[in-house]
């Protein structure tokens, strides 16, 4: 029976860490701020953004909401994004993606000031992060390095196979992973749709990522004994049991691949703390930049 990887604990220890440092920098006169956008009512979104700014009050993080309808017009996107830009109470700007209209999102994510880009989409912050220089991580990826490392899951010389290719978390988990750096040194392979016979990879992995969307992904046949296991799924299926009508998996088939792995994140309570965790860290971060405190 594999090991719980305990994200809900693991945040715990680094949002107590972080609570400190919120006093701290209060002593100083500086109070971090991060300013969410929710454009539409998707429940997912509304549910996400609620857990952000209650994650916020506890760490002692100012957070504002504006919020907008489906229907917003891009200029009335990009000028919210604007007035966060400008507001020096604002240290952090997060814009809760999918966007009602997807063709929107570069636009927009181009117009966040990229020392307020606390998700670390911006253009500026992912080529940096590429480079192996100074940048907001996006939280996703940087949350699940926070797991393997407090975990003492070794990656350096390790094959990890990372399944899905996404913007927000594929891809720059494969860049962080390969980099020459503490928490990287990794041998990456990155499966997605097109992957030809998936599991071939998957077998040979001491490590399996798994962020693509879609429930039991993942199955136990496709793993190699003792791997670790990390999903980032966050899929709402049908069960009249909930009072929500629904309950919450992962793209792995947790039952099966825990009686195989030697580790493995649950769902809910694995990486998805994490991710709100690391927007935190970013968020104090980037406040701490900006008033150039030690
Ligand atoms: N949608 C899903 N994950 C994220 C995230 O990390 N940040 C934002 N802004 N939107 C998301």
């Given at each position: 029976m594999a090991k719980i990887l305990d994200g809900?604990?693991i945040?715990?220890?680094?949002?107590?860490?972080?609570?400190?440092?919120?006093?701290?920098?209060?002593?100083?006169?500086?109070?971090?701020?991060?300013?969410?956008?929710?454009?539409?009512?998707?429940?997912?979104?509304?549910?996400?953004?609620?857990?952000?700014?209650?994650?916020?009050?506890?760490?002692?993080?100012?957070?504002?909401?504006?919020?907008?309808?489906?229907?917003?017009?891009?200029?009335?996107?990009?000028?919210?994004?604007?007035?966060?830009?400008?507001?020096?109470?604002?240290?952090?700007?997060?814009?809760?993606?999918?966007?009602?209209?997807?063709?929107?999102?570069?636009?927009?994510?181009?117009?966040?000031?990229?020392?307020?880009?606390?998700?670390?989409?911006?253009?500026?912050?992912?080529?940096?992060?590429?480079?192996?220089?100074?940048?907001?991580?996006?939280?996703?990826?940087?949350?699940i390095l926070?797991i393997l490392k407090r975990s003492g899951i070794e990656t350096s010389g390790a094959h990890v196979v990372v399944i899905?290719?996404?913007?927000?978390?594929?891809?720059?988990m494969?860049?962080?992973l390969?980099?020459?750096?503490?928490l990287?040194n990794a041998t990456v392979t990155?499966c997605?749709?097109?992957?030809?016979?998936m599991a071939e990879y998957t077998r040979q992995a001491d490590i399996v990522i798994a962020a693509?969307?879609?429930?039991n992904t993942l199955t136990a046949d496709m793993i190699k004994p003792g791997a670790v296991v990390i999903d980032v799924?966050?899929?709402?299926?049908?069960?009249?049991?909930?009072?929500?009508?629904?309950?919450?998996?992962g793209d792995v088939d947790f039952e099966a691949v825990s009686e195989k792995a030697s580790a493995i994140t649950p769902v809910?309570?694995g990486v998805?703390?994490?991710?709100?965790?690391?927007?935190?860290?970013?968020?104090?971060?980037?406040?701490?930049?900006?008033?150039?405190?030690?």
């Open positions: 809900k604990a945040s715990a220890e680094i949002r107590a860490e972080l609570k400190s440092r919120v006093s701290e920098l209060k002593e100083k006169g500086i109070v971090p701020g991060l300013a969410v956008l929710l454009v539409g009512d998707d429940p997912a979104s509304r549910s996400y953004v609620t857990a952000k700014e209650r994650a916020c009050e506890e760490a002692g993080i100012y957070s504002r909401e504006v919020k907008l309808p489906a229907t917003a017009s891009l200029n009335e996107i990009l000028d919210v994004v604007q007035q966060f830009n400008a507001d020096d109470q604002i240290n952090g700007i997060l814009v809760q993606l999918p966007l009602p209209d997807s063709s929107m999102e570069e636009s927009v994510i181009e117009a966040i000031d990229p020392d307020k880009d606390v998700d670390g989409f911006h253009p500026m912050n992912v080529g940096r992060m590429m480079m192996g220089l100074p940048a907001f991580l996006p939280c996703t990826p940087h949350g926070q899905g290719r996404s913007n927000i978390v594929g891809r720059p494969l860049n962080l390969s980099q020459k750096s503490e990287g990155m997605h749709t097109r992957t030809k016979n693509v969307g879609w429930p799924g966050v899929n709402r299926i049908p069960d009249d049991s909930k009072k929500s009508g629904f309950r919450l998996v809910p309570g998805g703390p994490m991710t709100i965790t690391m927007l935190l860290v970013n968020t104090v971060e980037s406040a701490v930049r900006r008033h150039g405190v030690e």
